[in-house]
């Protein structure tokens, strides 16, 4: 069965600088893809960023990128120029099939 | 562009009593329809999915139920609410299985 680790219950960072969030997962299949979820005070969940398993490029969006290590099933998140509106939960969650697992979370604290 | 509606924003519901949340999507045709419970500082587990009118497929055993009625309609049910179905629920929608998941506002449901 999939399984998705979020090593990390908690970090802090402060403004402007940058952080960087773990996630690892568990799965035999070769096709999948991975989204980082964020989910600030209000609860809304939003989407962060998306990557597909069988694109070596790691995907980017502004201030977001990811490290995605295929062999080491690792997909971590980098927020670059850290804002205060960055402070939320922070999901990783592996999709295959019509299912998504998650992760326990990494909340994200913004120290100004 | 798609927007997604959830409803009520809060329920507080006795022990016994029924329950209804109502999920519905504009801007998009036969999506993929999700429920989830969250429960306080926890990752999101699935309840219900849908692939089209009618069709429901279940992942946890558990009192709730759920019916898609409608295209872009998706409603969870109980007959009888225990003091376990407290959480937080989101409803997602997705253009297809291996789409990101868009999510809607979320209830959250106090059983006293």
């Known amino acids: 069965a999939q399984t998705v680790t979020q090593s990390q219950p908690e970090m802090s960072v402060q403004e402007a600088e940058t952080v960087t969030l773990s996630c690892t997962y568990d799965t035999s299949e070769s096709d999948y893809y991975l989204f980082w979820y964020k989910q600030p005070p209000s609860r809304q969940m939003i989407l962060v960023i998306r990557?597909?398993?069988?694109k070596q490029q790691n995907a980017t969006e502004n201030r977001f990128s990811v490290n995605f290590q295929k062999a080491a099933k690792s997909f971590s998140l980098k927020i670059s120029d850290s804002q205060l509106g960055d402070a939320a939960m922070y999901f990783c969650a592996y999709f295959r099939d019509y299912q998504l697992i998650w992760g326990a979370g990494t909340k994200l604290i913004i120290k100004p | 562009s798609q927007t997604i509606h959830q409803w009520p924003a809060t329920l507080v519901q006795p022990v016994g009593s029924p329950l209804s949340l109502e999920c519905t999507v504009e801007g998009t045709s036969n999506p993929n329809l999700y429920w989830y419970r969250q429960a306080a500082g926890r990752g999101l587990q699935l309840l219900f999915y849908?692939?089209?009118?009618?069709?429901i497929s279940s992942e946890v055993p558990q009192n709730l139920s759920a019916s898609r009625p409608q295209d872009r309609q998706f409603i969870l049910s109980s007959k009888k609410l225990l003091l376990s179905d407290s959480g937080f629920y989101l409803c997602?929608?997705?253009?297809?299985?291996?789409?990101?998941?868009?999510f809607g506002p979320g209830t959250r449901l106090t059983v006293l």
């Open positions: 997602a929608w997705s253009a297809g299985y291996y789409n990101e998941q868009f």
């Open positions: 849908s692939v089209g009118i009618g069709q």
């Open positions: 990557q597909e398993a069988y």
